[in-house]
């Protein structure tokens, strides 16, 4: 069973940043890409980031391009994003999605609980 735990939301005045952190965790899997989404109250889920997990090769939503960093750490089987310079616009629940292979039932998509992310402006 592969889980996605995050980690790294809260309340944060427009400008300023916030750190979130995405691990995943279970037996016999491999990890080929994680992305971040987030959801805005009455909006649907929206592409935030993604990174291929071999290659470290990262892309984003129009709407963050500059603004939020995705970044790794393989050891930790760990996606992070970064987010800087936030805007009231960025409210909005954040979700972590891998999808990877798993040895017992080959592909596999997992998401995350979602993590509150409020700018105040």
């Known amino acids: 069973q592969v889980q996605l735990v995050e980690s790294g939301g809260g309340l944060v005045q427009a400008g300023g940043s916030l750190r979130l952190s995405c691990a995943a965790s279970?037996?016999?899997?491999?990890?080929?890409?994680m992305h971040w989404f987030r959801q805005a109250p009455g909006k649907g889920r929206e592409f935030v980031a993604g990174?291929?997990?071999?290659?470290?090769?990262?892309y984003y939503g129009d709407s963050v391009k500059v603004r939020f960093t995705i970044s790794r750490d393989n050891g930790k089987n760990t996606v992070y994003l970064q987010m800087n310079s936030l805007k009231a616009e960025d409210t909005a629940v954040y979700y972590c999605?891998?999808?990877?292979?798993?040895?017992?039932?080959?592909?596999?998509?997992?998401w995350g609980q979602g993590t509150q992310v409020t700018v105040s402006s």
């Open positions: 279970g037996r016999t899997f491999t990890l080929d890409n």
């Open positions: 999605n891998a999808q990877g292979e798993s040895i017992d039932i080959g592909s596999i998509e997992r």
């Open positions: 990174i291929n997990w071999r290659s470290g090769i990262t």
